[in-house]
């Protein structure tokens, strides 16, 4: 089982608000990443972190942005949330050596915005 | 460039029966391939993984998947679907020794009774 945190598992707020959604991991990993799912579609990189005080945005555009000033933890920001944000956030991370390349999931944190 | 294609965005079996879920790849770099599997709910979890060893992968929960490299295929396997099988499973692909993951759009399977 990973142990890898997300909060708030679901969210429910108003168009203008400012949000953050948490994610943390207690395995040591460097590598963290958000993914943004949608149903029936694929899951799309948003933001990925190599390590601390590292992070480069993915392949979508995506207007929220990320931090990691800590190993374990590296939240997810939207300072004005919209409608078109609604959607599933997926955190995961991922070691390096025999397990390279595997990704751990958090269980996601869906976000609908009124 | 990498990018991921499962056939089947629904496929349904009856318990008892074979489960094929379809992925094709494409890479200009020698492939990770990955199946993930999402439960209602949940994250994904993944099932099992391809890194140019064995070209037949076994997985958890009596899952495997065969690497062809002439078909640029990956599809996911099991003799014998269970009801708990029902779930959205996900292919993916990574150049080897990279990090960045890319994911097919998911195929849904429906175990019948």
């Known amino acids: 089982e990973a142990d890898i945190y997300q909060t708030p598992r679901y969210l429910v707020i108003g168009t203008g608000k400012k949000i953050t959604l948490e994610c943390s991991q207690t395995?040591?990993?460097?590598?963290m990443y958000w993914y943004q799912q949608d149903p029936g579609m694929e899951l799309h990189l948003i933001h990925y972190s190599y390590g601390v005080n590292s992070t480069e945005k993915g392949d979508l555009s995506s207007e929220s942005t990320v931090s990691r000033i800590r190993t374990e933890h590296f939240p997810l920001t939207l300072e004005s949330a919209r409608p078109s944000h609604t959607s599933q956030y997926l955190c995961?991370?991922?070691?390096?050596?025999?397990?390279?390349?595997?990704?751990?999931f958090g269980e996601g944190s869906r976000l609908t915005v009124l | 460039a990498q990018s991921v294609t499962q056939l089947g965005s629904h496929v349904s079996v009856s318990e008892g029966a074979l489960v094929l879920l379809r992925c094709n790849y494409s890479s200009s770099v020698p492939p990770y391939l990955f199946w993930y599997v999402q439960y209602p709910n949940q994250g994904l979890q993944l099932l099992l993984k391809y890194t140019s060893a064995a070209t037949l992968v076994k997985g958890i929960n009596g899952f495997e998947a065969e690497f062809k490299k002439s078909e640029t295929s990956f599809h996911l396997t099991k003799p014998s679907a269970h009801m708990s099988d029902a779930a959205e499973y996900f292919c993916a692909v990574s150049a080897a020794g990279g990090f960045k993951t890319i994911f097919g759009a998911g195929t849904r399977l429906f175990v019948k009774a």
């Open positions: 395995m040591g990993h460097d590598k």
């Open positions: 995961a991370s991922s070691d390096h050596g025999m397990r390279a390349g595997e990704l751990f």
